[in-house]
């Protein structure tokens, strides 16, 4: 069944809408590992390469990202170089920060600093750390936002993701039903009240620069699979990226 309604409509009715991207740097992967194949005799398995290969964070460290899927504009080359990620999880969070929002309200800032050892990392409380610490305690994801919801106030995943949404709408009536709804499980959760609001508060700002981490993480693997690959074999790499902006292709 397909429909051409918008999709606001399609969800009002209770009908799933998805998006399905096609994404030319699978192809360029795609050709890569053949001529890998063809030249070098290698059959590269790029889905298990190792995720901390030191030459692959070398060519994000030095901002070296053209032909990088998501990473090549200057802007992020600058920023990759400032920041000098060392695990998947720094590219994640790269990805999801840099956008206008995060950048403007000095979130990245914020993140680099504390990922360089320049300002402290600090927890309000320390059931926040599990939840924070891939971020160095920065919420840069609307999960994160979730987690919060469910550790500190006993929201449950469907509670939590009404929370999200409403966040991101910024629909005050909305928001001061939920704000009173969490700090009602805070209470019951024995959680510090003043704190409880603070958290409340930081939830609220940092969920309007909120993003999807399933979605960056996605993005961030394929980054680094093209990284990968322009480290260790970047002749087949470039050939790759060539021939993927033949025209008519």
């Not at 206008?100 to 990245?108: F, R």
């Not at 409380?125 to 924070?132: D, Y």
């Not at 510090?192 to 979605?215: D, P, Q, R, T, V």
Request: aromatic share 10%.
């Amino acid at each position: 069944l397909t429909t051409q309604w918008n999709m606001k409509e399609v969800e009002r009715v209770g009908l799933l809408k998805m998006d399905f991207l096609g994404l030319s740097t699978l192809t360029l992967i795609d050709d890569a590992l053949k001529e890998i194949k063809r030249t070098e005799g290698v059959e590269l398995d790029i889905d298990n390469v190792p995720l901390d290969d030191p030459k692959t964070y070398r060519e994000f460290q030095e901002g070296a990202a053209y032909g990088i899927f998501q990473f090549e504009s200057s802007g992020m080359r600058e920023l990759l170089r400032k920041a000098k990620p060392t695990r998947l999880d720094d590219l994640i969070a790269l990805n999801a920060l840099y956008r206008p929002g995060p950048l403007k309200s000095g979130m990245v800032d914020d993140w680099v600093e504390r990922k360089q050892g320049k300002r402290e990392v600090k927890y309000e409380l320390k059931e926040l750390e599990p939840i924070l610490s891939d971020t160095y305690g920065v919420i840069a994801y609307q999960e994160q936002v979730m987690r919060i919801a469910q550790a500190l106030a006993g929201f449950s995943p469907g509670q939590a993701d009404v929370l999200r949404k409403a966040m991101g709408k910024k629909d005050p009536k909305v928001m001061a039903k939920q704000r009173d709804a969490f700090m009602e499980g805070a209470r019951a959760q024995k959680v510090n009240e003043k704190k409880a609001a603070k958290i409340f508060e930081l939830m609220e700002y940092f969920a309007g620069y909120g993003f999807n981490k399933s979605h960056s993480t996605a993005y961030a693997l394929i980054a680094y699979m093209t990284a990968y690959l322009k480290a260790h074999y970047p002749v087949e790499f470039m050939a790759g990226l060539l021939w993927c902006d033949i025209p008519g292709r």
